[in-house]
């Protein structure tokens, strides 16, 4: 069914033309806005006169604005990814889906029923197994189910609950019944961006959000908030919860980022979590923190890699040994993947008998197991018409074009077949003007002391077409807004509180010793980017004047400078007295855009876009908007490189300017900073050492450019207004401590940066990097550099080129005490060694 | 028969390891034949933490921690066991392999229903056309399951070529048919997973097996190795082990440590270790009766 058949008004900008004249209803589809033609109902009316009253121009312009505002707030999957893939999982649709009160009973009051009743199926599946004993399940079911863990049986979660979040997902079926599509434990996800889209919705849509009574949504975060606290019995002040992701390689990694923002709970990955004493930490510059409580966005199989043998680097080994010893509130237990199995819900009918004593209230979709003959026979009576899928394996995919048959009969009880879902349809809006979609209801409830609460709203999952609905990933499909109406007036309830405590700062000034490994190796790619635009713009900008390449005195240093540091390859062509163009053009070419190249540019460029993604929750928007435009450096390698250098350094500069500005004092601060000073101190010395001979067998020109390439040329012009000498060139770039860009400098902000540090022992200067932070400071600061002349081998040469090895040496070992100390650089991926005795006779 | 089993297995790291997280299946189970007499487990460095519990399967498992850095580690299990010879069954008098698969699909009684937890395929041992039909061969229609399945364990014996380079950790059921060659733990899990392809219930084993030096030579100590095989349902009755490797139905000179669906389930040394660089791995295994056969025989008479 094409959207446009639905959509009256497509294309039409005569207003005001009411949006939704519907000329035909689909026939055998549920339509929420409509009950006939031209007759919506009651419940739709607020919104559908709203949006009637506006003309197009004016709905495009909420459009945009929702779009923006989802945008801005970096809803978008992986921002610093190539900018071709930039997507966006779950776009918001402008028009909300409501639900009558009277309505949502039902759902509420069928989503606590199954909710009570799946707990009581995990609580038996992980513990005395009478269910499969007494034959109300079968044994497939457990034994040849991947979601169940044999390695989480018999533990006992906190709280003594199975199920602690759950989501189902619910169509509405044209007879205008909701049935369950599927259920959720292991790692329900979209409650983020329900949030998400009820804060735009009510920005943009403000006055009718207000005027229309709907259910917030806030109250239920504090209902989650409070029961995990009370289940964990969790010091209230200082409850260590941490929100556990998989990282930004996470479709849904904003979802993470921002119910860490909204709940207060630290974002945290894998590396950040250690297994000490069978309890969980989380690794920080002053030590370990115990964590008692994890909010998981993992799924089951990748939550412990040790346990349950699985290869991945998002896990946490060891962590189900602790839940093992009880020592650790993981919402939702490890194991509750169970209630994933896709044919657990053919037997949830006789099990609500059985456990609760009472009907199911939720209808399932109509689905049939392959594992019984029932099952098997609806599949080879009526195979074209039903749709066939995995029973157990929730990843796997089944080829529907294969032969089935063949499939089912080898392995029946890996398959079930279902009835063809016919969702119903809801308007949504298009550019052109309002069209229909598919939808499905996404809804969550948590744990409470006394049983289950149920969100009032969710996540409208809509989609164009049935099959992107039901298999779809968040980027091909949209979502809603579910308003819930009530009939009584609401009770005012900000939903703002949660952005405005960021509980992990207020807390304590520590740091995760992985956020702070990245910034501190941001500091330093952007530093060494900065640094190689300089020195490449230097010579660019000799190539481009008028002067023949022999006749440009400066040149051989800067070349010099670039074979050291291997920008470019250290071979005849460049060493010759006698430069070919040419060649060198080509060779500065490859120093830009060469991405398999770590000295190139471009591939600088790269990690920082990557280090700024790994810490891109803690840096401003803006920030990062500036550093999305690093993205263009590369795609058009014909433009003029000087101005490519210029438009890139002004790029970096308003990066850091708006990254430095924007963060507090903190320690995240700090170690960007400290990887800035290293990398700039390490820098200079280098030019220094290199440049030293070179600047005395030609001094003016080599003078001037050794500050130009450190940035130092306008200070000095200022201080001394006269021609460039080796004594003040020198001192101006190593001792002058007021020089932002000297030596120095570097050292006395690396010095004052370790005496923050966060530290065990108290005494100064007791631990090994505030010691050589300090002796390179009183070195630098002792060193003399009256009457350095030029010369032969002259002695003061000699003493310098010293002094600047000895400082590169203090600066490497500076920053590995700082890694071995505060940031443990083991290898960022466990290795996991299985091994076993050979087995041999 | 009495055995004194020394299992150690050994790490040497080329950088410290600063935290390393092992799991062990190294306490021998007691079973009908098989008595446990003291097991003792020495772990160097001392960890920090050390948790025992029983598995799923009913295999006694250590986990332990060591949490300061560290350039080795070695783990050492010295078990004190006593066994019998398992009671005989005569193999064409057990029950027929399709009325054995049909009462595992049922499973009726309690026992019929924890041994069905071995009919289906698991993380290492998948059911497959290959692995069945080869299985097939020696279950004619009507075969007793038990004769059946000792005919399995011999054509795995005869057809396929004992080759320690042929194999890894990882080798699946497939490759080992192709190459028609593997190790101890290949010919158990193709024999599992060819039983499971007819229906059948079969597990996993892992453990020791007493060798005899040829005539004349002393016994090496250290000779020994761990070592695996099948066992397979039978209705009425229980478990029966078999071993493929050796061609053996499994008597009082094996020593049976833990089983589970496959190898991943009692693997007998696992670890995960942050930091560490690379790592040199030995293992040690001495399997000694503790009184010579004469001294046994003449107690016995």
Known sequence: MSNTEFNGSSGQEVSPTPLFDMEALPENVYCEAFSGKAQPRSHWQPILNALNGKDLAELRQHHERVRHMRHEDGATINPFDDSTRRTTSWALDMIPLPISEEEWTGIEGGVIQRALLLEKVLADTYGPQALLKNGSIPSELVFANPNFLHSCHGIQPSGNRFLTFYAVDLYRGFDGRFRVLRDYASNPAGIGYALENRIVMSRVFSELYHKTQIRRLAPFFQTFHRALIQRASLRKEDPGIVLFSPGPDSRIYYEHALLSRYLGYPLVEGQDLTVRNGKVFLKKLAGLEPVEAIFRHIPDLSSDPFALRSETANGVAGLIQVCREQNIDIVNPIGSGFVDTPILKTFLPLLCQQLLGTELLLENHPAWWCGNSDGLNQAIAQLHQLTVGPAMDTSAVVDQSADLMAKIRTNPSGYMISAPVIPSLAPTWDLGGASQCYNVVRVFACATEKGFSVMPGGLAITAGDVETLKTGSPEQQQSKDIWVLSDNPIEPFSMMNGFHTVAEFKRSNDLPSRVADNFLWLGRYLERAEGLIRLLRAVYLRLSGEDRLEEIPELPFLLNILRTKNIIPKNSATESKHLFYRELVEYLRDALYRKDRPESVVFILQRVQETTRNVRDRLSTDSSRAINRLEDFGNNPSSDPLELLDKTLFTLSAFSGLAMESMTRGLGWRFLDMGRRVERALNLAILIRIGLPEICSNSRNTLQSLLEVSDSLMTYRARYKSTFQLAPVLDLLLADESNPKSLAFQFSKLASHVEHLPRQNKRRFFCAEERIALKMLTTVRLLDLTELECGENSPQNEMLATFLTSMEALLKDFTMEISGHYLSRVPATPHYAMISGEPAV | ?301
């Open chain 2, 1 to 301: 028969m009495k055995y004194r089993i020394i299992h150690n297995t050994s790490y040497k790291y080329s950088a410290p390891a600063s935290l390393s997280q092992n799991e062990l299946l190294l306490h021998p189970r007691s079973t009908p034949y098989q008595e446990v007499l003291e097991c003792q487990l020495s772990i160097v460095p001392k960890p920090q933490y050390l948790h025992c519990r029983t598995d799923y399967f009913g295999n006694t498992v250590h986990v332990f921690m060591v949490q300061h850095p560290h350039n080795e580690l070695a783990m050492s299990a010295t078990s004190i066991v006593t066994t019998s010879r398992p009671l005989l069954l005569v193999p064409d008098a057990t029950v027929p392999h399709e009325r054995v698969a049909q009462r595992l699909a049922e499973h009726k009684q309690p026992i019929e229903l924890e041994a069905s937890q071995f009919v289906f395929a698991s993380p290492l041992v998948t059911i497959n056309t290959m692995a069945t039909a080869y299985a097939r061969l020696s279950f004619p229609p009507g075969m007793p399951v038990l004769k059946g399945a000792i005919d399995l364990m011999q054509r795995i014996f005869t057809e396929f070529a004992y080759d320690k380079t042929a194999s890894t950790v990882d080798t699946t059921v497939e490759q080992v048919l192709i190459k028609r060659k593997g190790v101890c733990q290949d010919f158990a899990h193709l024999a599992v997973s060819g039983l499971r392809g007819l229906g059948l219930a079969a597990r996993y084993v892992s453990g020791y097996m007493e060798t005899i030096p040829p005539p004349g030579k002393p016994k090496l100590v250290g000779a020994d190795a761990s070592h695996a095989w099948f066992s397979v349902f039978v209705p009425d009755f229980g478990w029966v082990d078999l071993d493929p490797t050796n061609n053996l139905i499994v008597n009082e000179r094996y020593i049976t440590v833990a089983w589970g669906r496959d190898y991943g389930d009692v693997a007998p040394v696992k670890g995960v270790v942050m930091g560490g660089g690379a790592h040199i791995l030995s293992v040690m295994v001495d399997v000694a009766a503790q009184e010579s056969r004469q001294q046994q025989q003449q107690q016995q008479q």
